[in-house]
């Protein structure tokens, strides 16, 4: 019997908003794969035939639907692009084709086999990005098994009037083929805060909150939802109170955005006089739409090997060459800081095997992997230096940099390199500023002496806590130790801040903790001069930006580097921006990140 009491789901909010609204449910049905063996060589065959038929019908679909896309969808088309290499790729295409010729299995038998071993082969590997590929993958897999059943009908085209979509997972696939403008909110049982659902809702603006497990269990079609997508609470069927409650929360929360996007694309200055930039940090050239249109003063960080990431092959230099150029040429006169390959660890590439190591964070990655592999690396600082030239708005930097020692070794390539196109007497911009991101223990120790040797700093704390603290990113047993305001992670931001200034060179910010509006008060007081971020966050951290005094945040600072733990640090900062920007703190307390407790567990 349908229940009617209300109740509550908690998942994670990826896409602030609120939406009150019936729910859509999407229920897949499981398909049955047979087990059977073909015995004789002409069955395998037309086996075969079958599944490459049935491929090259999922290709034309994805086809099709990239050239149907919705113009604010345009920039997911490469998402399409990337399905079709997965449909192709030897481990799956290869696979099944080898499983049925030789095994005798029968095409789905033979792909779902394929699919255990391609997850196999990810669930090795701890990293959310992967993991996000690996819904790709099981989203491109599951069209091909569904052609094959004869069940290939989307029944996320079926939603016909306005509604919250809930389901199970959603693919970009499926999204494309979603009518948009009917979808008040999702609630996936699945995802995460990387996952396509998040990135396409966030850039849609329509609230969304995944992960809550249940949700496809727990909903009934038809049912009432409230969905935060800031706090990640989904209450179905709510009380009068409740719709009351979220009703004018929902309306103040929307004019409150509203009027900060309208401000987004002016400047962010204090309320003391001094102007602090906002630039973006992006993945692929589509990402610049967005960052454009939320205000960047600039790309901060463009994170280059997720653009050696989504391919089987390597790219090539004029390929290379074609994307910078374009980002320099779309952003200019804003500068382009361009990070040279960041690959290894978690991030892998199908065209480069790495051994396996034992610590991959401490091991064979970034420019280490680089200076292993120059003629790659000097193939993509030749693409930087051309992409710079005559707009000199690009700007080159290296990630993971640990020593003087190191850096020395970088600017030689980039000097041969130069050299080089020199004497190919190929266009290039010869005074291109050179930086490091400090994200190393060792490079803030040395601080002062890399900043004699650099045009700029980018600090990047997601790495710089992994290593400062001893603190894996990626690991969920340790995440709650991941304390962005932890006193030696502020210390350390101060001690390289003071030394870029001293040397004369300014400093960016560009770790996810430049994203988070209730840190701007820190960076607002620790002088940071540059803040770069995902481009959703930009108008809030502007808007809190020009409420800010900077001589205020830096007695704010000067008090809180006095402070021993960080769960002092975050209750003093609660306080602060509880008293300074009521309206923001409001909005957004149920997202206020927490420093984790310390787990003492009595045995
Ligand atoms: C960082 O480490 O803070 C950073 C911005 O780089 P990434 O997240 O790409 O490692
Ligand atoms: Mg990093």
Same mark, same amino acid.
């Given at each position: ?17 609120? /939406? ?22 002409? /069955? ?36 399409? $692009? ?49 993991? $996000? ?18 069940? @290939? ?19 970009? /696939? ?7 403008? !009917? ?34 269990? =727990? ?28 009703? =004018? ?16 694309? @002016? ?42 990431? +989504? ?35 978690? !991030? ?30 000097? #193939? ?51 005074? #291109? ?28 704390? +997601? ?8 603190? $894996? ?12 305001? @932890? ?6 931001? !101060? ?63 000067? +008090? #809180?580097?006095? #402070? !021993? ?28 990140? $927490? ?5 003492? =567990?009595?045995?």
């Amino acid at each position: 019997m349908k229940k009617v009491k209300q109740t509550k789901l908690k998942g994670i909010g990826v896409s602030q908003g609120i /939406a009150i609204g019936k729910a859509f449910v999407v229920k897949r049905g499981r398909i049955s794969i047979p087990y059977y063996l073909l015995w004789n060589e002409e /069955a395998r065959e037309e086996e075969c035939r079958r599944f490459e038929e049935a491929v090259r019908e999922v290709e034309n679909e994805f086809l099709k639907l990239k050239q149907s896309i919705r113009s604010d969808l345009q920039e997911y088309a490469s998402l399409l $692009d990337v399905y079709c290499m997965i449909l192709r790729d030897h481990l799956i295409y290869d696979e099944t084709l080898r499983l049925i010729r030789h095994k005798g299995l029968n095409v789905l038998w033979a792909l779902n086999v394929t699919m255990e071993k391609v997850r196999k082969i990810f669930e090795s590997v701890d990293d959310t990005c992967l993991l $996000d590929r690996m819904s790709d993958v099981g989203s491109v897999v599951d069209r091909v098994m569904r052609r094959l059943s004869g069940q @290939h009908q989307s029944i996320f085209s079926t939603i016909t009037e306005r509604a919250i979509l809930v389901t199970h997972d959603l693919s970009p /696939a499926d999204a494309v083929q979603l009518q948009l403008e !009917k979808v008040m909110a999702f609630v996936l049982d699945m995802g995460g805060r990387t996952s396509h659902t998040a990135i396409i809702a966030s850039s849609l603006d329509i609230p969304a909150v995944v992960a809550t497990e249940r949700a496809t269990k =727990e909903i009934c079609p038809g049912d009432l939802l409230i969905v935060d997508g800031t706090s990640g609470d989904v209450i179905i069927r709510p009380d009068e109170s409740t719709i009351q409650e979220y009703v =004018e929360l929902q309306f103040s929360l929307e004019s409150y955005l509203r009027e900060i996007s309208r401000q987004a694309p @002016h400047l962010a200055i204090t309320k003391d006089g001094h102007r602090i930039r906002v630039e973006a940090n992006v993945e692929l050239l589509e990402d610049v739409v967005l960052a454009k249109d939320n205000g960047a003063e600039g790309i901060g960080l463009y994170r280059t090997e997720f653009a050696f990431m +989504n391919r089987e092959d390597f790219p090539t230099e004029e390929e290379l060459y074609q994307d910078y150029r374009q980002m320099a040429e779309l952003m200019a006169p804003h500068s382009v800081t361009i990070r040279t390959l960041d690959i290894g660890a978690e !991030k892998l590439s199908p065209w480069l095997p790495l051994p396996p190591e034992t610590n991959p964070a401490l091991g064979l990655r970034s420019v280490r992997l680089c200076l292993k592999y120059p003629e790659i690396f000097k #193939m993509q600082l030749r693409a930087i230096l051309r992409a710079g030239a005559g707009l000199k708005n690009v700007r080159l930097m290296f990630p993971l940099v640990s020593g003087i020692g190191e850096l020395r070794v970088l600017k030689v390539l980039v000097r041969e390199t130069k050299e080089e196109l020199q004497r190919k007497r190929i266009p290039f911009d010869e005074d #291109m500023p050179v930086g490091i991101m400090v994200e190393v223990p060792s490079a803030v120790a040395v601080a002062d002496l890399l900043a004699s040797e650099v045009d700029f700093f980018s600090i990047g704390t +997601n790495d710089l806590i992994q290593y400062t603290l001893a603190v $894996d990113r990626h690991n969920e047993y340790v995440a709650h130790m991941f304390e962005s305001l @932890h006193p030696a992670l502020l210390r350390m931001i !101060k001690f390289t801040v003071d030394a870029a200034h001293k040397a004369g060179i300014p400093v960016s910010l560009c770790g996810e903790m430049s994203g988070e509006p209730f840190y701007v008060p820190v960076l607002l007081g620790l002088d940071v001069d540059v803040l770069s971020m995902n481009a959703q966050s930009i108008p809030r951290v502007k808007n809190l930006i020009r409420r800010s005094s900077r001589v205020e945040c830096r007695k704010f600072v000067e +008090n #809180m580097l006095l #402070m !021993k733990t960080a769960s002092d640090i975050n209750r003093a900062l609660k306080e602060l921006v509880a008293c300074q920007f009521p309206e923001e703190y409001n909005f957004f307390k149920s997202g206020f990140p $927490d420093p984790g407790e310390i787990i003492y =567990e009595k045995r």
